[in-house]
């Protein structure tokens, strides 16, 4: 993938290029016009480089009929129609925006966003009139929520990590009836199944402060004080590394080995349920896997979600636990 500013450069090539008043443009002169808009010095090898990419590269697949014009002591496209402009968008390119443009939507509300909503509605529309046009045009549904609750307090939220000024948070679980301040010191934020999380250390005032996951959604209120906090150590990248979900126990990393029935098999070959997932045994009869995690509540969810197609091999806590909940729902469908 090119940097920002040799894509940059390659739009000014082809602006000067095409330009129908100053045609067949010298060597020096692509150059002067590129450092005038960029606004910054730009040598000739960049040039040279950026013209030899867009005829030769296929990454970038311009194929720019770009030659040298002895007679006009210049640079010309021997097809007079050709602009990268015109370059037709592949249906992959189209999928792909159509995924970047669902995503800047669910933040739309930010102030950082905003400023470009006009801009981001002009390239939906454009998008979709070119599925429109296509003769073998195929509909892609992404399954996605129209916004995330809570995504008001992201700026908020952002800037107080960024510059570390210690957050005042009014917070209410699912399970509580009120909301709780806190005083947070936050370090980063975490995506999970259609919500946002904020993982940052709670510091109480006479008990010990630890690490806790805050729901964007359960936030009532948001508030970066002027007080600012050191960070301690932390691995944000492995924060969440022994665990499906963002639910933390605590607990130890634990061997976990499920029993797949083969209908299964593909489905949990071809996408692994955690990144340590290692085959055991694989079978016309079964699939065995061995996972290295922490048993939580999305864990939980997720075995439960297989019903019958999977079976709990070890630890023999997680087989009962699981036991424990099927005779419990077993029971809610007891005749009264």
Do not use: W
């Not at 259609?194 to 940052?200: D, Q, S």
């Not at 939980?300 to 023999?316: E, Q, R, T, Y």
């Amino acid at each position: 993938m090119k940097n920002k500013h040799a894509v940059t450069r390659y739009r000014l090539i082809d602006n000067r290029m095409t330009m129908k008043q100053k045609p067949a443009p010298s060597l020096q002169e692509i150059v002067d016009y590129v450092c005038e808009k960029l606004g910054t010095p730009v040598s000739v090898s960049s040039i040279q480089k950026d013209i030899y990419a867009m005829r030769f590269d296929e990454g970038l697949g311009f194929f720019a009929p770009i030659e040298y014009d002895q007679y006009r002591k210049g640079y010309v496209y021997t097809d007079p129609d050709y602009s990268i402009s015109n370059i037709p968008v592949s249906e992959e390119d189209l999928q792909g925006l159509e995924i970047a443009i669902g995503i800047l939507e669910q933040f739309k509300e930010l102030p950082a966003i905003k400023l470009f909503e006009d801009a981001i509605t002009k390239i939906a529309s454009s998008v979709k009139q070119s599925r429109e046009n296509k003769a073998d045009s195929k509909i892609l549904l992404l399954d996605r929520p129209k916004r995330y609750k809570g995504i008001e307090h992201l700026s908020e939220i952002v800037e107080a990590i960024r510059h570390k000024h210690v957050m005042r948070i009014h917070y209410q679980p699912f399970n509580k009836s009120e909301a709780k301040k806190h005083t947070v010191h936050p370090y980063f934020i975490k995506e999970y199944n259609g919500r946002m999380y904020l993982i940052g250390k709670d510091i109480h005032p006479t008990k010990e402060s630890i690490f806790l996951t805050f729901a964007f959604d359960r936030m009532s209120e948001v508030l970066k004080m002027n007080q600012t906090f050191r960070e301690d150590e932390l691995d944000k990248e492995n924060y969440f590394n022994a665990t499906i979900g963002i639910s933390l126990t605590g607990e130890k990393p634990e061997k976990i080995v499920l029993q797949f029935e083969p209908a299964q098999a593909n489905y949990i070959k071809s996408q692994p349920v955690h990144h340590s997932q290692k085959i055991i045994k694989d079978t016309a009869s079964q699939l065995v896997i061995a996972l290295n995690l922490v048993i939580n509540y999305e864990l939980m969810a997720m075995l439960l979600s297989f019903g019958d197609k999977v079976k709990v091999l070890k630890p023999a806590s997680l087989a009962d636990r699981v036991v424990a909940i099927a005779q419990n729902i077993m029971k809610q469908y007891e005749p009264l």
